[in-house]
């Protein structure tokens, strides 16, 4: 089975919601990254949280590692987070292993 | 500012041509990876390196092989391209001096005809 599955795959909201997203795994891992992509893009990290709770301006990740589980919170969402984010994992090998990522959509 | 840069950024290739993709960074980090995503789909580990001389190979090596002649470049070749070998490839850098966090270069988009 896929060892890192992302919910949902797409996300719509209006400027100013806000987004939870969800990341689950399969492994224990010894490194979780979330990563945002712009449509057509490249990747940029934004958060490294194996586990416990980490804030960076609207963005908001909690990784309980016992249940193998983290979420990225996006508050106040902006036209401008519109794109993939996506989560990955290391399972102590020096590799990240990606889910397939949720698109989100803000509309103006 | 950590920088990977990717080239060439698109490329068509034919069907049994050899393709290669190239990556430098100058982030002086020990490992590089390359990975490969398609439409709708998270990325995919190809092959990676931990440093110059090494290669490893990841979870969809087959019909992939890299290089690593330097502690800068990386490259990834497809002796014999194919069509479903079709899909934008990515270069990253990273190492545990960076918090194991990974630095992308823009995407090589490769289309096999």
């Known amino acids: 089975g896929q060892q890192v599955q992302q919910s949902p795959s797409s996300l719509v909201l209006q400027e100013g919601e806000n987004a939870e997203l969800q990341c689950n795994f399969s492994s224990t891992a010894t490194q979780l990254q979330w990563f945002y992509q712009s449509p057509g893009g490249s990747l940029v990290s934004l958060l490294s949280n194996p586990s416990g709770t980490k804030h960076t301006g609207r963005l908001t990740s909690t990784t309980v590692t016992k249940e193998r589980r983290s979420s990225l919170h996006i508050s106040s969402s902006q036209t401008t987070d519109s794109g993939t984010y996506l989560c990955a994992i290391d399972t102590n090998t020096g590799k990240l292993t990606f889910g397939d990522g949720t698109v989100l959509t803000v509309k103006p | 500012e950590a920088a990977v840069t990717q080239s060439p950024r698109n490329k068509v290739a034919v069907t049994g041509g050899k393709v290669t993709l190239s990556c430098n960074q100058t982030?002086?980090?020990?490992?590089m990876y390359w990975y490969r995503q398609d439409t709708g789909h998270g990325l995919r580990l190809i092959h990676y390196s931990y440093g110059a001389g090494s290669t490893e190979k990841g979870d969809i090596p087959d019909g992939y092989k890299a290089s690593r002649p330097s502690q800068e470049n990386f490259s990834l070749i497809l002796e014999l391209a194919t069509p479903s070998q079709t899909s934008v490839y990515f270069c990253?850098?990273?190492?545990?001096?960076?918090?194991?966090?990974?630095?992308f270069g823009e995407g090589s988009r490769l289309i096999v005809v």
């Open positions: 982030n002086n980090h020990n490992n």
């Open positions: 990253a850098s990273g190492d545990r001096d960076s918090g194991n966090t990974l630095y």
